[in-house]
């Protein structure tokens, strides 16, 4: 057995079931091995080593799995780094393991000799190893899956092209010989009882209470639901939690932050308490103003309490287990009208979203084309979204109920993980339907290629439906309205203007399903199409540019800094500037304004 047989069968045994990856002669020892254990685990190829790590990443977040990846020395271990830093950064267990010139060539400026123990340090900075005898192993491999699996975070393991091809010599039951076994048990941390009681004395105090979970709450579900019952308090929701907690629950204001809505605003402007649990949300700006309001936190990561706001307590520990335990030590609220002020708002702010995505837009309102597939999403979808303006209606119009699940690259907030994430998905869960919403921006860069994936393994899949919902405006729009909105700039055409792409076309091409949407009356119909197809499906709707992603929070100085910037040379000027105070008036005025 060599080196590389062993790394393979050391992975059967940590029941890893795919290997997101691109070949290359760095990892030629790998290659060679899978070929002899029969493509176990199984080799998924990627267009591109950034789309492996991808969809690596989009298999453990839909998967609760550790997601592995694989590529070859130099340019394939430098093209990883993307999609490995969008795991590290929303906690996400992925392996990397990367192919190295042989060492005799180390230090001699060989053809892709980079120093990736260098390069990984920050990114795999839990653990990052190279592999330079065989008797390494397993024990280098059994820490990266653990430290990975338990840390919630990335790992390394890098292994020059001549180690691969060596004998595989167990390690020895001698001096300097490091032993190894497998498993990662799982603990339950729970914070000290004193704690807890410090904790239900804030809670209990307040007459407001306003709750934020993020990621770390879904698989707290029904102790947040008892939490919130028993304060009266309404829930708002960090955008990687948006599937932590049904929207379908009257007091869920949905999400929080630039991509927000309007009655997670309210709530926390007019809370005088708040409950953190599972999310270390960064924008303290949405959150209750310093000396306004007393805050309890909880969180799995010791360090990661104490962020973002002045907590008076902060809970280390599972966020089941620490509810659950909490909860007996919280007073029943009598008074119901601050939950009746959340639910009033939390409805308006619907019927909002219903009149917005009704605005007439030139071809298409995006508004409406998300809100038209809330409708129609089947209880069981895996949704991801791409970075960008697409991320906006994502997080507004979409009502997570029933098993759905949903993500986005939160924290890094990269373009191209869209499609890359719900390929991963499908490999996760082949029996459900996946659903990517990007932009044309994000579909150019990456999406575009990630279909050839798509093509190559679908008819694997129990389930066979894929969409992808290209938002094409022409436009990189996000950040053409930030520019308008923050740097009072107009539009730039010759850094955010975007080629027309027949993506439909493409997608025909690749042996998919495909069609051009124009027309508002044309959008509910393609949605149906596309989720009855027998094959991934791609959905060109060509949306206006011109209607604007305003966060609840801006106010009219903002609309008004647009407005200017648009005026000073944008070449839609006037339909920017209707969109926008339409979607502005619709916010505060009785029945949106239509009178």
């Known amino acids: 057995m060599k080196v590389s047989d062993h790394v393979l069968e050391r992975l059967r045994d940590w029941e890893v079931e795919y290997v997101f990856a691109y070949p290359g002669d760095g990892i030629n020892g790998l290659l ?17 080593e950034e789309m492996a790590a991808f969809e690596a990443v989009g298999y453990a977040k839909f998967s609760g799995r550790t997601g592995v990846c694989a590529a070859t020395s130099g340019p394939g271990a430098i093209h990883l780094l993307n999609g490995l830093y969008d795991a590290k950064l929303d906690h996400v267990p992925v392996v990397a393991i990367v192919g190295q010139t042989d060492r005799s060539a180390m230090g001699g400026s060989y053809q892709q000799e980079v120093d990736l123990a260098a390069l990984y340090k920050d990114v795999a900075s839990e653990f990052c190893e190279v592999v330079t005898v065989p008797a390494q192993l397993p024990n280098v491999l059994d820490r990266a899956m653990r430290v990975a699996t338990t840390r919630r975070t990335v790992t390394a393991v890098i292994i020059p092209a001549d180690v691969q091809e060596l004998d595989h010599e167990p390690p020895e039951h001698a001096f300097k010989q490091v032993p190894s076994s497998l498993g990662a048990p799982r603990s339950v941390p729970v914070p000290a009882e004193e ?6 004395e804030v809670l209990n ?17 029904p102790e947040v639901e008892q939490v919130a ?38 709530m926390m402007r ?20 310093f000396g306004r309001a007393r805050a309890v936190q909880i969180d799995i990561d010791p360090s990661l309490v ?16 620490t509810l659950r335990r909490l909860l007996p030590m919280l007073e029943p609220r009598t008074d119901g009208t601050w939950r009746k002020t959340i639910e009033d708002n939390a409805a308006r ?5 219903e009149r917005r995505a009704e605005v007439p837009a030139d071809p298409v309102n995006p508004e409406h084309v998300v809100h038209a597939l809330d409708a129609l999403l089947p209880e069981d979808a895996i949704v991801a979204a791409d970075s960008g303006s697409a991320a906006n209606w994502y997080a507004r119009h979409l009502r997570m109920r029933g098993d759905m699940r949903g993500s986005l690259s939160g924290t890094l907030a990269t373009m191209g993980p869209g499609v890359p994430y719900v390929i991963g998905a499908k490999f996760a869960h082949p029996d459900r339907p996946g659903i990517a919403i990007v932009g044309d921006g994000a579909m150019q860069m990456n999406g575009l290629a990630e279909l050839i994936t798509a093509a190559k393994y679908y008819e694997e899949w129990a389930d066979p439906r894929l969409v992808v919902a290209v938002l094409n405006n022409r436009d990189l729009n996000q950040v053409t309205w930030e520019m308008r909105a923050l740097q009072g700039a107009p539009r730039f055409d010759a850094s955010q203007a975007l080629p027309d792409v027949p993506y439909a076309d493409v997608a025909r091409s690749f042996g998919l399903g495909g069609v051009r949407v124009e027309r508002p009356e044309d959008v509910e119909p393609a949605w149906r199409q596309a989720l009855a197809a027998d094959r991934p499906f791609v959905i060109d709707f060509r949306t206006d540019p011109a209607v604007p992603p305003i ?3 801006a106010d009219w100085d903002q609309i008004k800094s647009a407005a200017r910037s648009v005026l000073k040379g944008d070449s839609d000027r006037t339909s920017v500037v209707r969109q926008g105070v339409k979607a502005k008036i619709q916010e505060f005025l009785p029945g949106g304004g239509k009178d």
Not at 195 to 200: D, I, K, N, P, V
């Open 32 to 48: 060679a091995a899978w070929g002899r254990a029969e493509d176990r685990p199984r080799f998924v190829q990627a267009r591109h």
């Open 195 to 200: 704690e807890l009681a410090r904790a239900a």
């Open 205 to 221: 105090a307040g007459e407001k209470v306003a709750m934020l979970i993020g990621q770390g709450a879904r698989h707290a579900r």
């Open 229 to 266: 019952e028993l304060l009266g308090a309404g829930v708002a929701k960090a955008l990687l939690g948006k599937d932590a907690l049904p929207d379908t629950l009257p007091y869920v204001t949905g999400a929080i932050g630039l991509l927000g809505t309007r009655p997670s605003y309210e």
């Open 270 to 289: 007019d809370c005088d308490t708040l409950l953190v649990v599972g999310s270390s949300f960064p924008y303290t700006q949405f959150l209750p103003r």
């Open 306 to 321: 104490g962020l973002r706001y002045p907590f008076e307590v902060n809970l280390v520990g599972d966020a089941g287990e």
């Open 349 to 353: 702010w619907w019927d909002v979203m």
């Open 551 to 553: 966060p609840p929070h």
